[in-house]
């Protein structure tokens, strides 16, 4: 059951299970073993994070991905998976600048 539905977390946004596992610095092919052996809890908690998602969707038979969240748009998403990939200081330039266009945003609009 976890496989599958990490499977499927991956196609829903044209991801494959190697560029997940590189994603969440996980050993390239190990997800692929977790329908016969029972990964453990830091590792699971890794991919949830990843996709946004709770522990209970993955593991259980609960079929709602995640009620908590809203659902992103593709440039949203591409955002955030962006931001993943940058360093701490990389992601804090990003931030400031981000703020920087809003507050010029929001200034224009006044």
């Known amino acids: 059951m976890i496989l599958s ?3 499927n977390l991956c196609k829903k946004r044209n991801l494959t299970i190697t560029n ?21 809890y830091d590792k699971l908690l890794i991919v949830a994070k ?3 998602t709770t522990l209970d969707y993955i593991c259980n038979d609960n079929n709602t ?4 969240v809203f659902t992103l748009n593709d440039a949203e998403q591409l ?21 920087r266009l809003s507050e ?6 006044i």
């Open 5 to 7: 539905k990490i499977k």
């Open 20 to 40: 997940l596992e590189r994603n969440c610095n996980l050993t390239i092919g190990s997800i692929r073993y977790w329908d016969k052996n029972l990964p453990s």
């Open 50 to 52: 990843y996709f946004n």
């Open 65 to 68: 991905e995640n009620p908590y």
């Open 79 to 99: 955002i955030i998976e962006t931001f993943r990939k940058l360093s701490d200081t990389n992601k804090g330039c990003l931030i400031g600048y981000a703020t």
């Open 104 to 109: 010029e945003q929001n200034a224009l609009q």
